[in-house]
């Protein structure tokens, strides 16, 4: 999971990731941290699944804003 922080064209300016994971779980909590760039205009909360061969679920994002 990440955050990914974007400019008026939706361009990435910065990405924000937890750490990868690799195996099976059962629910599991993942926090990403960041602070905001210079030139945000957009912010998202954003999931990735890469070269798996079985169902991956996400629940539940959010995106808090803690300062």
Same mark, same amino acid.
Request: some cysteine; overall charge neutral.
């Given at each position: 999971?990440?955050?990914?922080?974007? @400019?008026?064209?939706? *361009?990435?300016i *910065?990405?924000? #990731?937890? #750490?990868?994971?690799?195996?099976?779980?059962?629910?599991?909590?993942?926090?990403?941290?960041?602070?905001?760039p210079?030139?945000?205009?957009?912010?998202?909360? %954003?999931?990735? %699944? #890469?070269d @798996?061969?079985?169902?991956?679920?996400?629940?539940?994002? %959010?995106?808090?804003?803690? %300062?």
């Amino acid at each position: 999971m990440a955050i990914l922080f974007c @400019n008026a064209g939706m *361009q990435v300016i *910065q990405k924000c #990731e937890t #750490e990868s994971v690799t195996g099976a779980f059962t629910w599991r909590k993942y926090k990403a941290l960041g602070t905001v760039p210079k030139g945000t205009t957009d912010v998202m909360a %954003s999931c990735f %699944s #890469e070269d @798996n061969r079985v169902a991956v679920l996400f629940d539940d994002l %959010s995106l808090v804003r803690i %300062s």
